[in-house]
């Protein structure tokens, strides 16, 4: 535990006489010495808490007259006049760690007071406590323990965080809420607060900074840096949202490394946090964080807090290991983590000392560098570490200069001389002088006397001291003859001091190669003149050594032996054979090569012999006579001279060269080559050269180097220059470029890949992503991945933790301006009143939100003008109550019209109110009235396609409710919406053009969805709505007819079209229409004349109301699909005559009518009816009279009464009621009354049937139907029928044949597919889809009533089905509710039964199991390439010619009917198409498939349910050549640049391998000539020269001139200086065949002793090794290149003249049988003493078996006489030797044959 404090302050702890002592302090200012971390205080006195003894006092501040004078520190200069004492030395520190605070004292000299202060303090210990030192304070409340406080023992905690007085101490009794302050100050050292470095001095707070120094206000940054600028770490914050599934219950949310700081982590949702952590050391551990609380985490603390759904996580740290927060999953719903912490860079930059200065002295530099250093493991890392870092910038190197001092002046030495001698010893000397160098490098000399103390470099010195070369003679070999005497020869070599045959020896001492000898043995044939030389092997070696000739594995001459001399005596010639040869060491054999591959002289193939005088006679021969031989050979010299003969082969073969004349020596008599030995080489003539092949040589490929790689790993590239030269002259160098065309050869690839090699795994970004905001201050996104680049170019996506270094930024500030100033609202306030009128307002500010992103309140004159219907606006709530009368609440109302507007002639003005459809003719002004209750109309607001309309030149919103459009345009057209409070209503505007044609609205209007809500209306008219958008209409769009959402303004849009298309109006009404006023007819022509010529110009603008429309459109929905074009013919042909009628009998519409009345016209009648009536309806008075009376559509009087019996036999009756006809009925009268204005038209049907007149059923004049002398086929059910131009009515009346019952039926067939319900009669047929409600109406008829009952498949329905009025409800019918339904009426007259047939539809939908129509694919083609058409299509790809299979799953009721298509026409109709339709429809068969036939397939399923269609799509892969765009030129300048399309290999526009193109006619491409322009100058070089050496240095040369390149391709020499201003000078001179001179030496071969390997041959053995050419030994690898001599070789050897001697065999052991053998003696012999050797002497031989089987023969029973036979033996000895044969009685004797 640290120590509580110093001496100087213990009193705190010390209890003195019972009492408590501790140190007090005056409060006074503070302040610090910036230089020294010091502060002062004023000075205290410590003081007894109680009592304060004064005397106590006095001691302790008097204490300074004991002080040791030595500790005070000496007294400065300036000092010496202040009354002030030195400062004493410091305290000890008051802490050992954890921060503490020491002083220093002086005291005042002065007899008066000083000014100043007389402590002084610094921070001390700061370096940090070990974790069981524990808390300082904690440590003062402790040693409270053990005082009473109020009589009683406390466990005392420390009460930190007090603001209010910091620095007193403060302690909680444990167990309790007891606090008690203990001392009123604290311990030096102890800290104001857990959270920051200030420290108490003196009780009082003292800001201490960062760099723990007194005063300071250093603070560390976000890094944990002190006073840092934040660029050692980076803020990493983002967000997670956990998507667990059930397999996987964790996740991981981030990843925090070692050493990150201010981490925060918050979680809202259901699931919980945990922790996983790593040291560096590699210890793992796991924190579940399952309570709130704080925990040591890896050694990091870690505060958790925990709720319901949020848990937050704070780490202060540096973190001391690596964490993964993960999330654990709890419940199904997501959670999501928001995260922010700041993560270490832990790769930085350190900058290098300084490296070793580049000179001694004199002057030089020095310089720094920078190298990445990882803080993890303390290493310098590779640079790419940091350059990751955006952060990390690379220090910059720094120079300095170092090492000033002048140099010493120094002895400098010339270069040794040669050496006097080249072997034996020689001296060589040199010059040594006394020089300085100064700070330039430039050498002075001076005297020596400035040299004296640096010792005198010798200048003489002995050199090659090694011994001179010298003649070494071998052992003589054997005589020439066997007899008498003859010659024997030795080999004599030249031996250097290393034991090596060299040359240098001096031919005058060298020993003779040959002598005679004598063999004592006398020879029998008479003594030669001459002695025979029988030149053994040993000769012709001596003679291969003498000439050096030696197959090797470099190309050499080897001359074969010379051939005989040509003459028999006198001068002859020899020849021999030289060849051009090399070893090849892979195989060891010789091969032979043209002459010109060997380097050297040729040795001479013919020389000149001598063979002796061709007297006849042989002179004696005497060794003295040799020299007069030769002497006489001098007498042919004359023979030889030598001549030019030619010239030889030219030494290049283009640009220019060289010829040097041919000198041979030749025989002037034959005029035939001699060898040059025998011609005089003193005249030799001197060299004569001759210029040669002077063209230009042909262009060719010259090539650079390759670059640098452009990767260091992955797939790197390396490029070259190759370009297309010519070489016009050597001697000048001149050398031109020239266009790559021009040179013939293949052009060498000029870019090849390079290291090849997986990368390590990396960081790689994505680009950034737009910034979120476009100022102020936004964020941008990118994804960064870690990523290997693999050795084939690809990526490899790795986990992340496979990067070892920090991951890249992920999101970065951008748009850092300030946005533009802009008002910001507040939200509406209430309205003003609480009923009636009142108003709204909301409050507005000017802001600018600055690049920070901070928004800033600025002047509002910043921001552009506000309207001031911003800032307040009007607002209605409910109408105020009046006094006496109770409030009731009424919402606002807009009074619409339903109605449809058409405008057929030119009109200036239409005004309309809202609520309806108007289709207007262009460039006409509307006026749009929103008529209101309960509303003011200065509120009303407008819109068009839901965008709010504010007045402008065009359209005007008047403040009464109404708008006005002025000209009306194509983009007028839309949906106009009028507001009132809560209450809207819409009205729609369409434009007619040209061709009775409507406009369609411009592209740029909102889409419906946005431009028209749903209407609010009543039910009806919402399901009208709907079914007019799910295309009810069968000529509506695809869209409509799909069930698509259709625009809502175009309901109507098809009808409209029809009616304007109609061309069946009646013709009286368009003869009356052209009385028209011709003033309008003019004001018409001015007009657009396209609309006018497709429309017919009716005198008044169409009105009709929508439900007569939507009745139409939904009598069309319920008719089959093939009538409906017939049948909506017919209701518009009916509509368009219902409409004039109306115009004739009702002129007052809601428009404003014309100038000119329409004069009344007589309309025909649909139907036939009274001529009563048809005079009535043609009347004047009626046309014009009936404007007068108010609308009404038509009611049919019902009158409830029986049927009048007027006499037996007839009966009068009205509507309503049951007739039962008699069997003496003569007539029966049917009365129908209606009323309506207009006046209604009557018709009658029976049994839905329109009713046929004949003379014996009449229609009376009063509309009463009569039937004549009725029958039993008049009963049923009679209809009346009233009609007017506003609507219709209809009642039955039942006539029954004797009170029978009778049933209302239908023959109809009824197909519903999309209504919700349907209603049909009895007889009906129903087809539709489930989940409709079916209403089977039984109307029945009789006297009296008839009962109904009801079956189902003729069994009796239940109580439990909906019946209702004789009506059988079906609710939600499915497959299950399908029958045949019966209704059956009875009564006591009889009965009568109707049936209905219910099917149920199943619309074509895909099956969800696919297993059959795969089986069936499977089965009707199990080898083809077969795909499933699908809704949203299918793909196979396929090769040419091939065949394919398509099927089409489908299912439905009834089975759907299947047809297929092919690129929209039916593959039946398709020629050229070869298909099969197989299995009822669902599978086609394609055959031979090819370009044409490819594309997409597709099936349509049809039933009466509904119609389903499915596509796929066969895609044949053809391959094709694709010529691409031109490629990158391939010159800049010059006239060699062109640019070569690229031709590829494409499969459905993919690039394959173009061997697939292999068949395919390649198109011709062809270069484009690109960047004909001059070059700039440059520098141009040739060639370099060969290298002066080969080995130990040279150098070489090549000519450099500055040339330009014109674009003729012309290269012309220019001035250096226009090539020195763009690039340097090229070297024209470099070093070359840097690496050492080496040889293969070799000793003298030992002796012949070696193991014999043949007749006379052995083995002999020499060391061969590697040296330079001065002696220095190497290893065997620096000489590799050369060829290695030979270490071993045959050699003669006396003692291996030796062979193997057998004897003769033994007789054989046996006579016959298996068990006979022989032997002999086998041994090695000396061929010359034959003598026996040791038998390894003979082992180069097989040696000769000395045992062998013999008499091998079967033996016989039979016995015979041995006969016996003798011969002779070489040497004369008599031998006997058995016959063989059969010797059977020997054999019983036991007795072996004789002889044996």
Known sequence: MAPLAAPWNSALLVRIFGSTWCLLFVAGQVFGDQNDGLVFLREFPLVRREDFYEDFLSDLMNSDKTEDPSSRTTRSEEDRDSPWDAWGSWSECSRTCGGGASYSLRRCLGSKSCEGRNIRYRTCSNVDCPPEAGDFRAQQCSA?????????????????????????????????????ELAPKVLDGTRCYTESLDMCISGICQMVGCDHQLGSNAKEDNCGVCSGDGSTCRLVRGQYKSQLSAPKLDDTVVAIPYGSRHVLLILRGPDHLYLETKTLQGTKGENSLSSTGTFLVGNSSAD????????????????????????????????????????????????????????????GYQLTSAECYDLRSNRVVADQYCNYYPENIK???????????????????????????????????????????????????????????????????????????????????????????????????????????????????????????????????????????????WYKQAQELEEGAAVSEEPSFIPEAWSACTVTCGVGTQVRIVKCQVLLSFSQSVADLPVDECEGPKPASQRACYAGPCNGEVPEFHPGETDDLLGGLQDFDELYDWEYEGFTKCSESCGGGVQEAVVSCLNKQTREPADENLCVTSRRPPKLLKACSLDPCPSRWEIGKWSPCSLTCGVGLQTRDVFCSQVRSR?????????????????????????????????YPAQWQPCSRTCGGGVQKREVLCKQLMADGSFLELPETFCSTSKLASQQACKKDDCPSEWLLSDWSECSTSCGEGTQTRSAICRKVLKTG?????????????????????????????????????????????????????????????????????????????????FRKPLITWEKDG????????????????????????????????????????FVIKLIGGNQKLVARPVSLRSEEEALPVRKANPKEVLQTHKHQNGIFSNGSKAEKRGLAADPGSHYDDLVSRLLEQGGWPGELLASWEVQDSTERNTSSEEDQNAEQALVHLPFTIVTEQRRLDDILRNLSQQPEELRDVYSKHLVAQLAQEIFRSHVEHQDTLLKPSEQRIPPVAIPPRKPVSSFTSLLRTSAGEAGGGSRRPHRKPTILRKISAAQQLSASEVVTHLGQTVALASGTLSVLLHCEAVGNPRPTISWARNGEEVQFSDRILLQPDDSLQILAPVEADVGFYTCNATNALGYDSVSIAVTLAGKPLVKTSRMTVINTKEPAITVDIGSTIKTVQGVNVTINCQVAGVPEAEVTWFKNKSKLGSSHHLHEGSLLLTDVSSSDQGLYSCRAANVHGELTENTQLLILDPPQVPTQLEDIRALLSATGPNLPSVLMSPLGTQLVLDPGKSALLGCPIKGHPTPNITWFHGGRSVAAITGLTHHILAAGQILQVANLNGESQGEFSCLAQNEAGVLVQKASLVVQDYWWSVDRLATCSASCGNRGIQQPRLRCLLNSTEVNPSHCAGKVRPAVHPVPCNRRDCPSRWMVTSWSACTRSCGGGIQTRRVTCQKLKASGISTPVSNDMCTQLAKRPVDTQACNQQ???????????????????????????????????????????????????????????????????????????????????????????????????EHLCSWGPRPANWQRCNITPCENSMFQSQRAFCKSPAGRRVQRAVPGPQPEHRALGLAPRGL
């Open 144 to 180: 409270h323990n053990d005082v009473k406080h109020h009589g009683q023992f406390y466990e005392w905690l420390p009460v930190s965080n007090d603001h209010d007085n910091p620095c007193s101490l403060k302690c909680q009794a444990k167990g309790t809420a007891l606090i008690v």
């Open 304 to 363: 958790f807090q925990k709720s319901l759904d949020k848990e937050t996580l704070k780490m202060a740290g540096p973190l001391t290991a690596d964490f993964i927060v993960k999330i654990r999953n709890s419940e199904p719903i997501n959670s999501t983590v928001q995260f922010i912490f700041y993560q270490p860079i832990i790769h930085r930059w350190r900058e290098t000392d300084f490296f070793p200065c580049s000179a001694t002295c004199g002057g």
């Open 395 to 537: 220090p910059k190197p720094k120079l300095q200069e170092c090492n000033l001092d002048p140099c010493p002046a120094r002895w400098e030495a010339t270069p040794w001389t040669a050496c006097s001698s080249s072997c034996g010893g020689g001296i060589q000397s040199r010059t040594v002088s006394c020089v300085e160098e100064d700070i330039q490098g430039h050498m002075t000399s001076v005297e020596e006397w400035k040299c004296m103390y640096r010792p005198k470099t010798p200048i003489v010195q002995p050199c090659n001291i090694f011994d001179c070369p010298k003649w070494l003679a071998q052992e003589w070999s054997p005589c020439t003859v066997t007899c008498g005497q003859g010659l024997r020869y030795r080999v004599v070599l030249c031996i250097d001091h290393r034991g090596m045959h060299t040359g240098g020896c001096s031919p005058k001492t060298k020993p003779h190669i040959k002598e005679e000898c004598i063999i004592p043995t006398p020879c029998y044939k008479p003594k030669e003149k001459l002695p025979v030389e029988a030149r053994g092997p």
């Open 731 to 763: 001697e000048m160098n001149e050398t031109v470029i020239l266009a790559d065309d021009l040179c013939r050869q293949h052009k060498p690839s000029t870019v090849q890949a390079c290291n090849r090699f997986n990368c390590p795994p990396a960081w």
């Open 854 to 934: 901070v928004s800033a309140i600025v002047n509002s004159s910043l921001c552009p003008p506000l309207p001031f219907s911003s800032s307040i606006r009007p607002c209605m709530l409910a109408a105020c109550a009046r006094p006496g009368r109770p409030s009731t609440k009424h919402n606002p109302h807009i009074t619409a019209a339903r109605k449809i507007y058409i405008q057929t002639p030119r009109q200036r003005k239409l005004h309309f109110v809202v609520g309806g459809f108007a289709y207007l003719l262009p460039k006409t002004a509307v006026v749009l009235r929103c008529p209101t209750r309960r």
């Open 947 to 986: 965008q709010h309309l504010i007045s402008s030149a065009h359209v005007t919103v008047a403040p009464f409710g109404f708008l006005k459009i002025h000209r009306l345009k194509p983009s007028d057209a839309g949906i106009y919406t009028c507001s009132a409070g809560p209450a809207r209503e819409q």
């Open 1636 to 1734: 050492l001179c080496v040889e293969w030496a070799f000793s003298s071969w030992g002796q012949c002793n070696g193991p014999c390997i043949g007749p006379r041959l052995a083995v002999q053995h020499r060391q061969v090794f590697c040296q330079t050419l001065d002696g220095v030994a190497l290893p065997s690898e620096q000489c590799s290149a050369l060829p290695r001599p030979v270490s071993t070789q045959n050699c003669w050897s006396e003692a291996c003249s030796v062979h193997w001697r057998v004897s003769l065999w033994t007789l054989c052991t046996a006579t016959c049988g298996n068990y006979g053998f022989q032997s002999r003696r086998v041994e090695c012999v000396h061929a010359r003493t034959n003598k026996a050797v040791p």
